[in-house]
């Protein structure tokens, strides 16, 4: 028993340390896009709906940039704007960094 479980720990410490190596090389955490619709936008803050039952904030940052639909700033952002926010998975609280409107997602009609 004890040498199945020795020979089980050496791989799992090798992938371990590959793991934590990769992760530390990077100097921005890992980087996640959320979809959604604007709820709410104000100067500082932004809260998107996935319709998918998530509602996330994103707070503006120094060099947030702001790209799509004719959209050039965060002032320009407004409810019902269909947008991609790009944030760091371990930001607290969430930090917009990149946020890219798109047009309106069609909704899937459902057939009876």
Do not use: C, H
């Amino acid at each position: 028993m004890m040498k199945t479980a020795r020979s089980l720990a050496l791989p799992a410490l090798a992938l371990a340390a590959v793991l934590l190596a990769s992760g530390a090389a990077t100097a921005d955490g890992p980087r996640k896009e959320f979809y959604g619709v604007v709820q709410k936008v104000s100067p500082k803050d932004l809260l998107v709906d996935n319709r998918m039952g998530d509602k996330l904030s994103f707070r503006k940052v120094g060099d947030t940039t702001v790209a799509g639909e004719g959209k050039g700033s965060w002032n320009d952002l407004k409810k019902g704007d269909w947008v991609i926010v790009t944030w760091e998975m371990f930001d607290k609280p969430r930090k917009a960094y990149e946020v890219k409107v798109t047009p309106p997602k069609e909704e899937e009609a459902e057939d009876m």
